[in-house]
């Protein structure tokens, strides 16, 4: 099993660099960048304020207007929008935002230095990208946290008993919830939450936004607990519909498939009882894709599922910066989140590994080819 993990760690490597590779060739010809943008607010001051000078009266001449753009911008651009722009301002722009290198050895720069775990600054917030995800992490982790373990809390005992009673009354109803929880988006819900208990158009019990409420730090530990508690209730319940379906579908017909084979049949034959044989003899085998799966899930809810519930509820955590940047072209901040997600997510595949061995040791990972 030690050289298994050392084969998968040895793939971390290459795989993290292709993905990072393959994001920052999109990007080179993604329009809009952090010069572009720079560029479209400089000309829009330079729109308002010949705008004024023109309503004062103070016309420009027209020839004197274009000998002027001729002197600036005639030269060619590639940047949208840069033409009639000092040259050197425009160079200036490359230089802040580090565009005045070729994009090979600026790439190259990049990954030596993430390799230190050195992902730069912040473009627009003047600060470093460690420390942006750092102050954002918690909010994330509160959210992930909390559903993973309310679904996995549902599922498995749901799943488990639709196993157990399949064809029944209980096994058809508990259906239609759980095709309904399959059906609704966690964003679609969390908005329905919203408009029903969030002052939409109903009640108002929940706050809408943010984590805590302004006076948090004056109250006691107590209260501070339920404050917390009651301003998660909408966002995690929005989350846990949209997560739990699938994964109690996964916990049915897994355990089905143990149930129906020939080792339950001659324990049953032997009189052992029902209990026992479930909880004895089915469910460690039964439980091996669903508990194996819990560090995969939590990354997916971690880093994917709570992006549209942090926008909903104005919750400033990881997927609030993330979607901030992408907006903003603030590349140091895409390309360091997107550099420690996928090490998360591949370091936390080599988990699920060996979750999968730790709940069976018959599976021997050693045989099989990396």
């Not at 393959?22 to 010809?29: K, P, S, T």
Request: glycine letters at 10%.
């Amino acid at each position: 099993m030690l050289a298994y993990i050392i084969r998968r760690l040895f793939l971390v490597i290459p795989t993290l660099f292709v993905i990072i590779l393959l994001n920052f060739v999109f990007v080179q010809f993604a329009p809009g960048g952090p010069v572009e943008q720079a560029i479209a607010q400089i000309q829009g001051r330079a729109v308002d304020a010949t705008a004024r000078i023109s309503g004062g009266g103070g016309e420009t001449a027209p020839g004197a207007q274009r000998d002027q753009t001729q002197s600036r911008g005639d030269s060619a651009s590639k940047y949208r929008g840069a033409r009639g722009l000092d040259p050197q301002l425009v160079k200036e722009l490359e230089r802040q935002f580090g565009f005045d290198k070729p994009a090979p050895e600026r790439f190259w720069l990049m990954i030596k230095n993430y390799v230190k775990f050195d992902f730069g600054q912040s473009f627009y917030q003047n600060r470093s990208v460690v420390d942006l995800v750092v102050e954002k992490m918690p909010v994330s982790i509160s959210i992930g946290v909390w559903t993973t373990l309310l679904v996995y809390c549902i599922s498995i005992p749901l799943g488990i008993t639709k196993a157990v009673r399949d064809g029944e009354s209980f096994d058809v109803w508990t259906s239609v919830v759980v095709i309904i929880g399959n059906a609704i988006p966690a964003f679609l819900f969390a908005i329905l939450l919203v408009v029903l208990f969030a002052g939409g158009s109903f009640f108002n019990l929940f706050p809408l936004r943010g984590l805590t409420s302004a006076n948090w730090h004056d109250l006691n530990w107590g209260m501070k607990i339920l404050d917390y508690l009651w301003h998660m209730v909408l966002p995690i319940t929005a989350m846990v519909i949209g997560g739990f379906a699938s994964l109690t579908i996964l916990t049915k017909n897994s355990f089905l498939e143990e149930i129906n084979k020939q080792y339950v049949l001659t324990a049953r034959s032997k009189g052992i009882d029902e209990r026992r044989i479930l909880y004895g003899h089915i469910f460690r085998n039964a439980m091996l894709i669903v508990i194996a799966g819990f560090p995969s899930a939590f990354i997916g809810i971690l880093f994917g599922s709570s992006l549209l519930i942090e926008l909903i509820f104005s919750l400033d955590g990881l997927g609030l910066l993330g979607f901030e940047a992408v907006v903003n072209r603030d590349y140091p901040v895409v390309f360091g989140t997107l550099y420690i997600f996928t090490l998360m997510g591949l370091l936390m595949g080599i988990l699920g590994d060996l979750a999968y061995h730790m709940v069976d040791p018959r599976i021997d990972f050693e045989a099989r080819e990396v």
